[in-house]
C-alpha cells in the first residue's frame, strides 16, 4: 500500500486548505480512510476519518471547520479544512486501515502551519 498525500502549507489563521491522499496497491473497499495530525511536542491524534460508506467521524476540535470526504473510484480521501486555527498547526498524515485485518498504512506526513 502506497499513500501520497499532498496540499499542506502556510495559511493565515481563519483561512482554508484542502488536503488530499491518493492510496494505491490494493482495493480500498474494506478500509476506512483518514487523517491524524501530530503538532509538535504532542502524541499523534486522530482528525477524521470516513468509511467506504462514507459516514464520517471528527474529532471535536474540528467538528464544523472540517470536511472529510473520499472518492471510493480514485481511491483517493480529501480534507478540507476551513476557518484555520493557530492551534491546526501540524503535521498530517493520512491513514488507511483494512477493517478485515485492522492492518494499519500511513502516508508520510504533509505539513499545515497555521499564523496568527
Known amino acids: 500500500v502506497q499513500l501520497q498525500a499532498c496540499g499542506g502549507g502556510l495559511v493565515q489563521a481563519g483561512g482554508f486548505l484542502r488536503l488530499s491522499c491518493a492510496a494505491s496497491?490494493?482495493?480500498?473497499?474494506?478500509?476506512?480512510m483518514g487523517w491524524y495530525r501530530q503538532a509538535p511536542g504532542k502524541q499523534r491524534g486522530l482528525v477524521a476519518t470516513i468509511t467506504s460508506h462514507g459516514n464520517p467521524n471528527y474529532a471535536d476540535s474540528v467538528k464544523g471547520r472540517f470536511t472529510i470526504s473520499r472518492d471510493s473510484a480514485e481511491n483517493t480521501v480529501y480534507l478540507h479544512m476551513n476557518d484555520l486555527k493557530p492551534e491546526d498547526t501540524a503535521v498530517y498524515y493520512c491513514n488507511v486501515v483494512n477493517l478485515n485485518t485492522n492492518l494499519s498504512y500511513w502516508g508520510k506526513g504533509t505539513l499545515v502551519t497555521v499564523s496568527s
Open positions: 496497491g490494493r482495493t480500498f473497499s474494506s478500509y476506512v
